[in-house]
């Protein structure tokens, strides 16, 4: 048994927040959406902000090494070490995205360890979930870095950037405390999926583009032998998953990241030679890939389908009731002990 005192600094320790459900999870509201973009409208027009100083954030879970279920690769009892939480942020005209901000399990992963930054930024925490402290990292050691060099460019309009109001977040009031040049916004709580412009299509065409890069890491082995492209398969670590991550990210169109602003800003349409569906085109290149990949070759369409979706609700975030709090208790000590053997998560 734990005290109610020992519990509540665990909990504020690792940003583990008892709340209303909010952010993702409540059902669509459109007409709470609808006020929303009014809302947003008028507030863009009345201080004349440039497109170029609005920005969206958001994060979701990725479950870095997950390959089909038809795959050749069982399921390995150590999944709940495969994935991390990825911020993403761009702004609404697609010329700015934010460098990745990814959040793994361990300090400092053995892979990092005699090798050059990796190309993300990163953060760590016990399950590689956000919250509110590293929400605060992420807000004022890269976001304001990142938006404050256009200033150098002598442009000197506000920034604006809006996220979901989630457990995992600081308060608005906090935020807008950080810099006068910097204002945030949260969405209502039950519109994100409608409107959120990370939502529509950015995260989805991300770990898309994210799961063509592992199986191009697959058809590296030295020969397409199934124990040999299994044993390269092992070997895939932490920071694979940052350049992967990284190099993903860098293949979004600007079209895609444009247009997924078209739900939420009143008049805006599709971009001119918009290409139709980047995320479609990139689905047909990992069915290709898979044919030429001795550990998914007998994989189809549908279970490619499954594959994409199966971090598609993980939010980056749990709410977590008493009995996972200990549960969570006894991992947090069992990986204290392993890192104390030594044997440090890659």
Not at 2 to 16: N, P, T, Y
Not at 110 to 130: C, D, H
Request: charged share 25%; hydrophobic share 40%.
């Amino acid at each position: 048994m734990v005290s109610q005192g020992w519990l509540h600094k665990f909990k504020k320790r690792h940003g583990i927040r008892a709340h209303e459900l909010q952010g993702e999870q409540l059902s669509a509201d459109e007409p709470s959406a609808n006020n929303f973009k009014e809302e947003l409208a008028a507030f863009l027009k009345e201080g004349d902000h440039d497109k170029d100083f609005v920005y969206n954030a958001d994060e979701t879970g990725l479950n870095w090494k997950a390959l089909p279920s038809r795959s050749l690769i069982a399921r390995s009892p150590k999944r709940r070490k495969e994935r991390v939480t990825v911020m993403v942020c761009a702004n609404a005209l697609g010329t700015n995205r934010i460098p990745l901000y990814l959040i793994g399990r361990a300090k400092t992963p053995r892979s990092f360890k005699n090798t050059k930054k990796p190309l993300v930024e990163y953060g760590y925490q016990r399950m590689a979930w956000i919250a509110v402290q590293l929400f605060k990292d992420w807000f004022i050691k890269i976001f304001i870095p990142e938006v404050m060099q256009l200033k150098k460019t002598g442009r000197t309009l506000p920034e604006i950037a809006f996220s979901d109001n989630a457990p995992a977040h600081p308060s608005a009031k906090y935020l807008n405390m950080v810099d006068e040049f910097v204002t945030v916004k949260f969405l209502p709580p039950n519109v994100t999926a409608l409107i959120q412009p990370m939502d529509q299509g950015v995260i989805g065409t991300l770990k898309r583009h994210y799961r063509k890069q592992l199986l191009r890491q697959l058809l590296l082995a030295e020969d397409n032998t199934v124990q040999t492209v299994m044993s390269f398969y092992k070997k895939i670590n932490v920071r694979d998953c940052c350049y992967m991550a990284a190099q993903s990210w860098s293949f979004l169109t600007q079209s895609t990241l444009r247009n997924s602003w078209n739900k939420i800003l009143v008049g805006r349409r599709p971009s001119v030679g918009f290409v139709a569906n980047e995320a479609d085109q990139v689905m047909e290149e990992i069915i290709h890939s898979m044919t030429m990949t001795s550990i998914c070759d007998e994989c189809d369409k549908p279970d490619v389908e499954r594959w994409m979706a199966c971090d598609s609700e993980d939010q980056g975030q749990h709410l977590m009731n008493a009995e996972e709090i200990i549960a969570f208790i006894s991992i947090h000590a069992a990986d204290t002990e392993e890192e104390a053997d030594g044997n440090e998560m890659d």
